[in-house]
């Protein structure tokens, strides 16, 4: 079962008119277009997702409510590409929920949780040609070392690293829980206590299967390139390499140049086009913690079209 996080705050915000032309990112299980649907009867979704098993429910569920949305099987880096093919030049809001969803994570045979036991895999499309046990079995120890600890943020990914390519030189990894052991075994027992060691090294692998960060802000990028004047982009994510990438980018397009910072008069084309909605980040309340355990590093950014 997945439980959209942040859900009212991203609807609340989002600026939905009857006829608005929205775009999901991450439709997943279709928790947020499907609210987002039944708000523009006279506008139109556009919904991306790589996950074939996800697109299937989402479909259904979409259908049961309206005709108008289209769902794309694509990345949502290709947004402008595959929107200007549909003769979409504007749109007039955007929403990205980064990260995993919980029925991905749920089903073991897609090889993303340390709990459960799988071939190592962890493609959220599964066309895609590389998969975690390539990455597990291939990379040399320099780029095992560099994702645990660049997208894992690992303290001992060396020595986990070190430790794979000693274990894959006898026979190769082929399961999650296979690969748990190996992890574990290169780690510290005081610091086995204080986390699960896997957690970071299967976050590592995964970024790095999906290209997860390297999308982010192109696709941000297009989502602005067509917003309307009032539009917004929302962003949801789930840990602090997503969030960095979301905030820096947020704050280079809504700064004041300093040269001019203070100045009375400022002829406003020299002002940002964007403005932040919240200075913030919007972090899961209280009840939604106990709610949804998930939700607890999640962090919402919303920028918007002012000119």
Do not use: C, W
Not at 255 to 278: A, Q, T
């Amino acid at each position: 079962m997945h439980i959209s996080v942040l859900k009212d705050e991203l609807i609340d915000n989002l600026n939905l008119k009857e006829n608005s032309i929205i775009v999901d990112g991450t439709l997943g299980y279709a928790g947020d277009s499907s609210i987002i649907l039944e708000r523009i009867k006279k506008g139109f979704l556009f919904a991306f997702d790589q996950d074939s098993e996800a697109i299937e429910y989402s479909r259904k569920k979409l259908e049961s409510i309206g005709d108008n949305f289209t769902i794309i099987k694509s990345n949502f880096v290709n947004l402008k590409e595959e929107l200007n093919k549909r003769g979409i030049k504007q749109i007039d809001g955007a929403i990205f929920d980064l990260g995993v969803s919980s029925p991905q994570l749920d089903n073991k045979e897609r090889g993303f949780s340390y709990h459960e036991d799988a071939r190592l895999d962890m493609r959220m499309d599964k066309d895609n040609k590389l998969d975690a046990y390539y990455v597990v079995n291939n990379y040399s120890l320099n780029d095992l070392t560099r994702i645990f600890r660049d997208y894992g943020e690992d303290k001992f990914a060396y020595q986990i690293a070190k430790k794979i390519v000693k274990e894959r030189e006898s026979k190769p990894i082929e399961t999650t829980l296979e690969l748990v052991e190996i992890i574990k075994s290169a780690v510290p027992e005081k610091e086995k206590r204080k986390k699960h060691p896997a957690k970071q090294i299967f976050q590592a692998i995964r970024i790095e299967v999906n290209h997860e960060l390297d999308v982010i802000k192109p696709a941000l990028e297009q989502a602005l390139s067509m917003l309307t004047v009032g539009g917004r982009v929302e962003v949801i994510t789930f840990h602090s390499l997503e969030d960095k990438i979301v905030k820096k980018y947020f704050k280079e397009l809504t700064e004041v140049d300093e040269k001019i910072k203070g100045m009375p008069n400022i002829d406003p084309k020299y002002l940002p086009d964007f403005k932040l909605v919240v200075n913030k980040a919007i972090i899961p309340s209280e009840e939604e913690l106990e709610n949804n355990n998930r939700s607890r590093s999640a962090k919402l950014r919303i920028i918007e079209k002012i000119k």
